[in-house]
């Protein structure tokens, strides 16, 4: 079972920051790649930023550069600093574990509740 709590989302002006965090509550299942996806109004989700347990980063184009993501493997958190934001950067985010679970089947489908992120102009 993976239970995915995310936090920080809030209101900010244009070039603000803000820092998302996500807890991972995890029983029989060891997590790989902690992700942080986000969704606009009329738009698919996407890709924001991911992790692996080797501390290996992806990120959307649109987001490099301004935002980072980490992670603390024995506590199953991630995070992301969010630098410098635009008013694009308005979605819900998400927090995505992808991992195996110890019969060995390996799920990708584990989503927290998301959190607003709304940047102003």
């Known amino acids: 079972q993976v239970q995915l709590v995310e936090s920080g989302g809030g209101l900010v002006q244009a070039g603000g920051s803000l820092r998302l965090a996500c807890v991972a509550s995890v029983t029989d299942f060891s997590i790989n790649s902690m992700n942080w996806w986000r969704q606009a109004p009329g738009k698919q989700r996407e890709l924001v930023a991911g992790i692996n347990t080797a501390g290996i980063t992806v990120y959307a184009e649109s987001v490099k550069g301004r935002f980072t993501i980490s992670r603390d493997n024995a506590e199953n958190t991630v995070e992301m600093q969010m630098d410098n934001l635009k008013p694009e950067d308005t979605a819900v985010y998400y927090c995505?574990?992808?991992?195996?679970?110890?019969?060995?089947?390996?799920?990708?489908?584990?989503w927290g509740r998301g959190t607003q992120v709304t940047v102003s102009l």
């Open positions: 995505n574990a992808e991992g195996i679970y110890s019969d060995g089947v390996y799920s990708t489908d584990h």
